[in-house]
């Protein structure tokens, strides 16, 4: 199978667990990449049975409003029973790695409002530990120096995302270099950065669910 055609197929499973434990009229969080793509498109089919939808970024806002779907303000809601979203790294503990679309603040916000996190990715993505994908962390530009000599400190090799700029106004530093065997701990050190925004270690808040793409079909797993 292409890593698309895994793709699909966990987008399929994830619509298909939606469809069975989210409430008709329930809000459903959506989130950012490719893989969340094909979940986009493939929930369009169920989509009047969704009383709205929450976006992570305009990107995704986008497609879902191009399908017809939804979008709401996450203000304006009280409850959010699934979010469903990829990730760049999983671990066995379900603490993943995110933002290498620059989404993660958004995705760290709504993920906290969400009852359950549902992560869909492909085999290829579930690591024993994580940080061979450089751990995006999102900082106000005026910070930039001053946060990358920090994460310096912490072992790692920061680098700017060239030229790109988050939703939200903010730069991303990508670093490099790190061995993430302490998430929780890690994602706390990087908090404490002035200037950090938000870091790409979702470990406090992980994953509740996973949906696995592999070869062999779809395995779920549970925190
Ligand atoms: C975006 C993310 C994505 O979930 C993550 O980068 C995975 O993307 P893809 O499904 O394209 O591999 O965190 O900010």
Redesign the pocket.
Known sequence: MTQDEL?QAVARAARDYVADRLPIGGILGV??????NFFIDEIAAIKDRLGGTVASSEVTAQRLRGHGIRVLDLNDVDAMGIYV????EIDASMAMV???????TR?KIVAAVAETFVCI?DASKRVPVMGRFPLPVEVIPMSRAHVGRELAKLGGTPKLRDGFVTDNGNLILDVHGLSITDPVGLEDRINQIVGVVTN?LFARRGADVLLLATEDGVRTFSR
């Open positions: 793709k989130g950012t990449g490719s893989t969340a979203d990829g990730a760049d995110k933002g290498g679309g620059g989404a993660l995705e990715c790409g």
